[in-house]
């Protein structure tokens, strides 16, 4: 399945130095994964509570970037990747977050398509953060219940995001493990944790390419139904001939 142009509005990054940039996309990408789970219902309302009531009477001297932080902090909780900078291990510095970028994006989160259909906000998502969009999701087999899959570095998340929208029966959490190589598809992985609603972001870890080659990693010791990622025609990392079916030999292996 592949995609074109912007599907939905985001939040502006272009006035934010080179420095500034990584942190500004992960805050502006997780503000509007928050906006998002408060319109679906599944958190308080709190950045999209009109005219900001509660944050109005509580903030004291505090700034708009204070409530971002505070947004965050509370979301980590539950789901320490995306919103714990260090669960990503990318150069994310929340303190450094220019305070007229947290105004202009609170202002900003009333433009935002809030209702719109999973499947183009993750694809969205993903190309603000800068990750490929454009994978055969539908040459993916159907995954059964009792069934594990293991999504390689590349994607962040994104095939587990269609199998799952596709298939009812299964949940991020109890049949994927999605493989990140970078901050960018960690981001991704706990934003899609906040839209299919699962109960932490577990499921999704820090890899680095090389680590497959150890035969002690974690994920080389478990066994998988399934090792699905992009196809290297694409900008996939891997091959299933002399890597993949060396090391999961037990699994089907997909390239998309």
Known sequence: MDDGGSLMPSLDVSALTDEERPTGVWAAALLHAIARDEAAGRRTQRLTEPRLDTWSRFRGRLTNADLVALLFEDAAVIHRVPFDPAALGGPIRPDRLPEAAADAWIKAVASLALAGPGADYVTEQARFLGLPTRMARSDL???KPHQKVLE???????LA???????????LHDNFSIACGAWQELTLAGVIALEMGAPHSDFATRVEVDDFRKTDHPLRQRTFDFVIGLHPDKGGRFRIEDQLAIWFPTAKVLLV
């Open 141 to 143: 087999h159907v995954v």
């Open 152 to 158: 390689l570095p590349g994607t962040g998340g994104q």
């Open 161 to 171: 995001h269609y199998l799952v929208t596709a298939h009812r029966d299964l949940t």
